[in-house]
């Protein structure tokens, strides 16, 4: 068994005979490191797919975008400038509020969420073009997300208390469907040219 | 510990069966159910590793960025599920809690989902129709727990360990057993309430 065996079985469909030998192989084998390896190729597999289910439903992103849009014209989410800013008062008025944020470092734009590390934080990006991505969970504190490159005038959407939900679709049903008691938000952020 | 333990035949046979039962998991749930297993029994299957050498490899990002809480949170669960699968716990739990159980840890997630996906979103479980009400199927799915657990324990108990490989069963066992209610399936109150 070799690393690109593994990865071979985290990123293709073998044959339920070659999956059984590794399964035995994994069995077998205790290195502290394995799991962490598995868990991270199976990961980086399931966001690959994720992207392209998103990419194939291309068609249906000018309305999602629209949809997104509407958010904002209905007060649901609120705009923020580049930089640090505060969120919404409806997430929590007792706690501290989150921090969200984009920067750019290393030649990368990314999007940064200083947010207790139990709550659950959902990003997605847009483009005029009608373009959308959902971005792979994160973790730590801050959580750090780098943003893939778009169509024109991307904005991303920082969603709160939405993690359990796939989609960006999932996510406005969720919206639509909250209460006052609920700790859902939405930021949308969009950086330009002059960003630094 | 990589001197050989256990009679050649019998360790093919328990690797077959240990094999077997981690790939049902996987496709009963998630993919992730494999690391989390072998992250919670690796001490337990260290009699099992016949010259498995390490892999050597440098983590990737993404590996790095998971939450090792998250990782230990789901370790039990995966253990737990491995335990009902490869010993047929099931099949001795009263046949609705057993159909609950199944449809909330035995369910395959959508992508992009944790591992607790359908416990977390009970209403949304692929076969949570067939149910009285979403409540029921939480409530009959914890029972289900309950009794898988006892009956692992019970085996515990009653297990020989007159062979190598009955030592590994039963560290195996114990391992899937330790932790469960309290830390994994929540079922303190659960477990008090049934006492009385």
Known sequence: MTEETLRRWANVELSRDEARDVYRWMVRCTSPELPTLLTGLLRERREREADAALRQRGSTWPELVQRWAQLLADGAASWTE?????????????APRPQVWLEERDGATRVRVDIEEDAEVTVFVTDDDGGAVRLPEASGRPREWVLPRMGARPTVWVAMGTASTPEPADVLEQLAQRTDDDDVAVVALRWTDRQT | MN??????SEEEALLDELADALQEVVESSCAEMAPLWLAGTRLARRDLTRTVPDLGIELSEACRRLSR???????????????LVWKGVLAEVDPDFAQATRALYFSPYP????????????????????????????DWAKEGCWSSVEALRQRCREHPEKTVRDEVELRLL???CRDTLSDVLKLDAHKNWSKL
């Open chain 2, 69 to 83: 809480g998250t990782q230990n949170r789901y370790r039990a669960l995966a253990c737990w599920r491995h335990a």
């Open chain 2, 111 to 138: 992508e992009g989902t944790p591992p607790y996906a359908w416990s977390q979103r009970v209403s949304d479980a692929p076969n949570a129709a067939e149910f009285p009400s979403a409540q029921t199927l939480k």
């Open chain 1, 82 to 94: 580049p930089g640090l800013m505060p969120m919404p008062a409806s997430v929590d008025d007792e």
């Open chain 2, 174 to 176: 114990k391992v899937s």
């Open chain 2, 3 to 8: 001197a050989p333990a256990i009679p050649e």
